[in-house]
């Protein structure tokens, strides 16, 4: 009898975990079949290409300040060097606060991805969740990147606070 139950309680657990179905999209190229998308990142792409040549006049500019200052160099007074030195240190920092406020972590390069692609990109993944749910998948990994990376996951299946039990952290 205790065979028996063994044998039907191996056979429980194997169909269970038969019945955990898991799945890959390809997230990359679903969003490049999106129109809107293939919309936004060439209008994303429009103003950087803008933004960029505004840095690069600025650049262009501070090289011209400084290859001035150096033919007038020898004709300046040391307060009129000096003026010109910080005329040329705060072109500097300019042309730094204007790269970050284009492109640093909360740019505007940032923002507008935001505004423009992180919509189409919550719906395909809302599409993706209501998928998996639908279709009782377990586990939805995504092929766009070179590690498969699991961009859905039923919760059932999170063993963390089992783990933490096991460690003493939970009761």
Do not use: C, H
Not at 56 to 83: C, G
């Amino acid at each position: 009898m205790k065979k028996f139950i063994v044998l039907l309680s191996i056979l429980f657990f194997s169909v269970a975990a038969l019945a955990q179905r898991s799945a890959y999209v390809d997230t990359e190229y679903m969003l490049n079949k999106i129109p809107a998308y293939k919309e936004a990142q060439d209008q994303l792409d429009k103003l950087t290409k803008e933004w960029q040549l505004e840095i690069q006049k600025q650049i262009d500019l501070l090289d011209e300040m400084y290859k001035q200052y150096q033919v007038d160099k020898v004709l300046l007074s040391n307060d009129m060097r000096a003026k010109r030195e910080q005329q040329i240190i705060e072109k500097e920092k300019e042309v730094k606060e204007l790269q970050r406020r284009r492109f640093g972590p909360e740019g505007d390069r940032i923002e507008k991805e935001k505004e423009l692609i992180q919509p189409i990109q919550e719906e395909v993944f809302t599409a993706i969740e209501t998928f998996a749910k639908d279709g009782n998948y377990a586990f939805i990994f995504d092929a766009a990147s070179s590690t498969m990376t699991i961009i859905y996951s039923d919760n059932k299946y999170d063993m963390s606070d089992e783990i933490l039990k096991k460690l003493g952290y939970i009761k």
